[in-house]
């Protein structure tokens, strides 16, 4: 009695509150709306605090942008000068909607208003969405669920989580066009079309491709040719497609003006097609079945059309409107350049919108020839299960759902907040080379620039953290040395000194000889998770009284020789002491430690059982060391003995001082 009361109780709140949403279901998108805009602007901020943001492309958009307000160059940007002389954006690619970013961004000249303004586009597809879903499905809980459901998209996020970007407003703009369109409206249809087209030089190929929809649906169901609706929603078609075709050609054609070494029509990332973009049609179209199988490896590609239909439940592929999705998971699929098929990229956009689209008209489809009455439930259901689904991925695969599931680890850490101190140290106006995941923080003047050799001019500064991935790794598609690679050269040059240094945070400023202003000591720790086992005389093993939980271990059946090495990390100028956490149960040890440079011993130390106060415990062994310039170390483990037991825990590096 008591079950079907409460059941009874629960039934009615869900009612009251489906009525709620009914009647309110407009202002409810918009709270969406403003709810996905807040979260994901906090969320990409914060991960700008985190230098979880990039040179390629938040610092590009920042330095173009900034340049343009406080310069007068247009667009300017240093980081591609290799490839681009003119340092005008617009000679990479044709961006014309950036036009419209400079007034919002001269309000408050930031990285982080690019951030907001992006949420809050990609946000705003769900309106779009919302009145289709609405008028398709003749319900309005219906429209309001397929929103939430766009706002909850995992690839939504992963658009709006890499950077800032111009294919974030093709979601908004197709959508819109797409609606107006389908609503005859072919003014305001166009108007966004060509809002579209200035977003960059692949949006005209999905222009062409709803032209050619508008036209192959204008056609289903028309008794005769001579029908002059027929007629007029062909010429509509055709109007767009040549629209669509002129701006390809004048991008290409305007690039190539401002970059002449952007070549036209370049097939850039389809060049294992041809080397201009006949050939590549040509080729494809003559050879299928290597197009085909060209399409479905490596097996990622596969995996990201799955990321893309699994969260809307294949829904899309049901429906005619799926042709619109299509230009760009082709596109991605038959390129060999793997950010094209990376969920986690910026690219999806070009898919999103016309998705959604599919997904609408799919469910209708499907529920066409169900009665009235049990129509409306039915796409609830469907749409719940959407929703549901959506939920799910979003915390599995999103860049915002949990962290042991996501690929990204965002946390602004102590060694985050040393950089931004040091960051402090450089004046506004300076010029200054840094690395791929710090250039957005300095892109907001003339002369700045990623380091590598030879730098395309001096600079005042140079700024890079040994810890970062991005220090050892360019960032960029062009083919020059690395911010590694380049110190090296720059330090042998004598013309930069130390000025600051904050746990393998340098600052170099050129011609100083004072004292280090700031100098904060750095520590590491390596473990068997950083350090290499030599799989002939080492493995690594579980180990519940360890720093780590895992410890490399030589046992007595191994070959003496190399236990283990690495892990090949870049150290600086300074004094340092590296401890050995070791243990043995063996009396006849004879051990080596030391720590070398490409293979060459800096400084060592040989244990033997003496110096193990007992056996099988933990103990441990510091060699001090002086290095100068640019070093990249390992830490070596070598056993002499034969049939001995060593266990190494950690090695912990300390800067003593600089």
């Known amino acids: 009695m008591m079950s079907n009361r409460a059941w009874s109780t629960l039934n009615n709140k869900l009612q009251n509150f489906m009525k709620f949403a009914e009647a309110k279901a407009d202002r409810l998108t918009l709270v969406f709306i403003g709810v996905y805009t807040v979260v994901f602007s906090c969320f990409t901020t914060y991960m700008h605090y985190a230098f979880k943001t990039y040179a390629w492309d938040l610092g590009i958009f920042t330095q173009a942008l900034w340049t343009t307000v406080n310069l007068g160059k247009p667009f300017y940007y240093t980081i591609e000068l290799q490839v ?58 219906s429209g309001l669920g397929i929103a939430a459901a766009y706002l909850l998209y995992p690839a939504l996020h992963s658009v709006n989580c890499f950077d800032f970007h111009t294919e974030s407003f093709i979601p908004v703009l197709f959508l819109s066009s797409f609606y107006y369109f389908d609503k005859g409206k072919w003014f305001k249809g166009t108007f966004f079309a060509a809002l579209m087209l200035s977003t960059i030089e692949f949006a005209p190929i999905i222009v062409a491709f709803l032209a050619i929809y508008l036209i192959i649906k204008n056609s289903l169901g028309k008794k005769s040719w001579r029908d002059r609706e027929f007629i007029k929603g062909v010429l509509q078609g055709i109007v767009l497609i040549i629209l669509a075709i002129s701006w390809f050609f004048l991008a290409f054609d305007i690039m190539h003006s401002i970059n002449p070494l952007k070549e036209k029509g370049l097939p850039g990332n389809w060049d294992y097609w041809g080397s201009n973009l006949s050939e590549v049609f040509v080729n494809i179209l003559t050879n299928p079945v290597k197009a085909l199988s060209f399409m479905v490896t490596p097996i990622e590609k596969l995996y990201y059309v799955l990321a893309l239909l699994s969260p809307l439940l294949m829904l899309p592929v049901y429906s005619l409107e799926f042709l619109c999705a299509l230009p760009w998971p082709i596109a991605a699929m038959l390129s060999n350049y793997q950010f094209y098929y990376n969920f986690y990229f910026q690219y999806s956009a070009f898919a999103i919108g016309q998705l959604f689209i599919a997904t609408i008209f799919s469910i209708k489809k499907i529920f066409l020839s169900v009665n009235q009455g049990s129509q409306k439930k039915l796409q609830r259901k469907l749409v719940t299960l959407l929703i549901l689904v959506n939920v799910i991925l979003c915390i599995a695969i999103s860049p915002i759902g949990l962290p042991q599931f996501s690929t990204r680890k965002i946390e602004i850490t102590p060694h985050a907040n040393l950089l931004h101190e040091i960051l402090k140290l450089i004046p506004d106006n300076a010029s200054i080379a840094t690395q791929n995941d710090i250039f957005p923080h300095v892109a907001q003047r003339e002369h700045a620039y990623i380091l590598t050799w030879p730098m ?138 030391d720590v070398a440079d490409a293979g060459n011993v800096i400084s060592e130390r040989k244990l033997n059982f003496t110096d193990f106060e007992t056996l099988d415990k933990w103990q441990e062994f510091t060699i001090n060391f002086k290095i100068e310039g640019l070093r990249l170390l390992e830490f070596r483990g070598i056993c002499e003995s034969n049939n001995t037991y060593v266990a190494l825990d950690y090695v912990r590096v300390m800067q003593l001082g600089p």
């Open 84 to 141: 681009n002389t003119s340092g005008n954006f617009l000679g990479t690619h044709f961006s014309p909607i950036l036009f419209l970013i400079i007034p919002i961004y001269a309000i408050y000249q930031s990285p982080l208003t690019l951030l907001v303004i992006q949420s809050f586009i990609l946000a705003l597809g769900a309106l779009p969405i919302y009145r289709m879903a609405k008028e398709k499905l003749n319900d309005t809980l």
């Open 456 to 593: 395309p001019t001096d600079v005042d500064y140079i700024l890079v953290d040994l810890k970062s991935c991005h220090f050892i790794v360019f960032g960029g598609a062009i083919s020059t040395e690395s911010p590694n690679e380049a110190l090296k050269k720059i330090v042998n040059s004598g013309n930069y000194g130390l000025l600051a240094t904050a746990d393998g945070i340098l600052l170099l400023k050129k011609y100083y000889v004072g004292p280090i202003q700031s100098f904060v000591p750095r520590i590491e720790v390596f473990t068997s998770t950083d350090l290499i086992p030599v799989s002939r005389s080492s493995k690594v093993i579980t180990d519940k009284t360890c720093y780590s939980g895992t410890v490399i271990v030589h046992e007595p059946t191994d070959l003496p020789g190399f236990v283990w090495y690495g892990p090949y990390r870049y150290f600086f100028s300074g004094e340092y002491s590296a401890t050995f956490r070791v243990k043995t149960k063996s009396e006849n040890i004879s051990l080596i430690i």
